[in-house]
């Protein structure tokens, strides 16, 4: 396997890429609280008062260096609050077509995770390092990434993100097996 440079130019084009193959028609309203960009780059966040912190970094990195569009929904502040209000919302977003992808934060990951993945439609990872996060798209074709703010460090959390971003999905014998959790969600 070929190691490509991952710019954020190359960001913006697999984004907009895989985007467009997941969203057949346009949201029928605009991401709450969107700040800037297309919106066939809106990537929904969100995050507990565990999270807050990274997600606030995280939201001015995806802005700032990846010139993407952030849909922030929420916490505001470190004011204790419940993770699963937070990861359902983004979960939902995505699930709905509002937003390409999401990235939920609480303080190991596992909680958000667990919630986002009840949405239908929504397949989250828990990634902790560059790896599993690239594979989560790769082979899973995960839509929602997890991350624990206390798992990993602002550098790291922004080498995973860039990387799952970039990522695309490879289809063939993992289509197959996507396919096969998709139709679970109908039983």
Known sequence: MSKERITPERIKEVVAQVLGEVTSEPAQQPAP?????????????????GGFQLKESLKRYLEEEL???????????????????FALAVARAVA???VGRGIVIDTMGIGSSIAANKVK????????DVATARNSRAHNDANVLAL???VVNVGHARRIVREWLAASFEGG?????????TDSERT
């Open 33 to 49: 609280r969107a700040t800037s960009g297309p919106a066939s780059l809106v990537v929904a966040i969100g995050a507990d008062h």
């Open 67 to 85: 010139s993407m569009t952030v849909s922030d929904l929420g916490t505001q502040s470190e004011e204790s609050v419940d993770y699963p209000d």
């Open 96 to 98: 709905s077509g509002e």
């Open 121 to 128: 439609g929504v397949r989250a990872a828990l990634c902790h």
């Open 148 to 150: 624990g703010s206390r």
């Open 173 to 181: 014998r993992h289509a197959r097996r996507v396919q096969k959790i």
